[in-house]
């Protein structure tokens, strides 16, 4: 289907945006006119660039409080669509969108509306535009898209048909089945946003949360499918307010936009993940520094031996259970830092090819002839994605393998910059197959930590994505969550031979925590934290100091807990600022 997006979803002067949107592969575009009224090129300037990127003008918006109103206004509305129109034509843009009037002068009458959008069609067509008129989630009078619709209907003109916005459709509830009964022809646009749930006025959350396809929590495919359904052959169309997108870099959010709609595709033609990761194969962590041995020190307490050397790279693979820690000493890194993850992978040419009809760098691997090859795509974060099948362990000459209380990773968390935390929830939804679990803000003592947990179906791959709004100068952490049989015995040792490994957990904690469950005392005295859910699944987990960027947990799940014990979060982010 053709692709567009409103000028007003990405970053920059309007030649900046065309540009990026063009290279982005877009087919049209949606100018908003507060674009083109700072832009110093004419109409007709603007119409060249645009068609010498290969872009359509698909629409032109928005044209406000037109409708209902009495008829001393309505000749000056007129007036004002006039000269509308006749940028228009200069502009080479054939739909004007209409949105319904929000003015508490407006009249809430159908009839009267119907009459003057008819009256607004005639003179559109006169110099061959149409009007496609939109019922804003905040309309005075006009706020559905059925009534919109009806309105549409009754003034009955052929350059006159209604544009459809996924986002004033869902933000109010509405059920997008309905659109199935609109002839497809009379839907002239569809504008497509999602949007995280928010509790809010609906008119701040369109203008500051929107977001594209697949980044929110609003079921976009659901409401396409009823549109195509409908007959619609238009474009689909991105209009994304967003303060985090406005201040990004226009390049990579038009390229964002692109992988939505390209996901949204799929997901309507559906095309099912081809490989959904079953599991971690291993974490990669920049060891600048192995002399120090302070990476393999922590290993090492941890119960982790050294159980293989790759054959030609100075890599390092630690492992217990089904656990495996790669030290990488040849990684760009100036500290420890998690720089690679492996998972397994059903079909890893397979993953790889799905990551790259999404946009995905798909990476060139260096390696040395005999190397195994691996697949392996970089995440928004740089942070590189390997997928895996277990032949990548003939790399590495075995050692003994040891058994332990830590069995596997849980999951991995990585911190993201602001601008790249929508991108980061679609890259790992579309690209991996991972599913949105829960999304959070915790208090930081500088600032708030956004979180999103994102997992496989089976929950064999989980993945926390945060962001940290905190002021410059903290570290952005990383960490591994090691599932574990037992942390309380792990935490026994450690605190008798390695005092200074563990986070110290604060008293006060564990006065709260008593004072909500019955919990064994000895927790206090371990530092081990606590959650329980709903259904009385339990978390036990604890936190390693931080080396360079990255911490260790470890968790231990009873009784079907899915959780991450977000609410201990707020008080290891204010122990690990206190240390430093
Ligand atoms: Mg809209
Ligand atoms: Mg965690």
Redesign the pocket.
Known sequence: MRKSIATVSVSGTLMEKLEAIAAAGFDGVEIFENDLLACPLSPEEVRARAADLGLGIDLYQPFRDFESVPPEVLAGNLRRAERKFQVMERLGADLLLVCSNVSPAAIGDDELAAEQLRLLAERAAEHGVRIAYEALAWGRHVNEYLHAWRIVRMADHPSLGTCLDSFHILSRGSDPIGIEAIPGEKIFFLQLADAPLLAMDVLQWSRHYRCFPGQGNFDLAGLTASVLRAGYAGPLSLEVFNDVFRQASAERTALDGMRSLIALEQSLDGVTHPAVPAGFAFAELADPDPGSGTLGGLLSALGFARTGVHASKPVELWSQGEARILLNAGAEAGEPALVAIGLDSPDPGGAVKHAGSLLSPVLPRERAPEDVPLDAVAAPDGTEIFFCDTAWLADFTPGTLVAGPITGID?V?LTQPLHYFDEAALFYRSVLGLRPQESLELPDPYGLLRSKAMSAPDGAVRM?VNIAQVGAGHLPWQ?I?LACDDVVAVARRLRAERPGLLLPIPGNYYDDLEARYEVDPELRRLGVLYDRDADGGEFL?LYTVTVGRVFF?L?QRVGGYQG??AGNAPIRLAVQHASG
């Open positions: 999951h968390a926390v960490h969550a987990h947990e968790v991450y014990g």
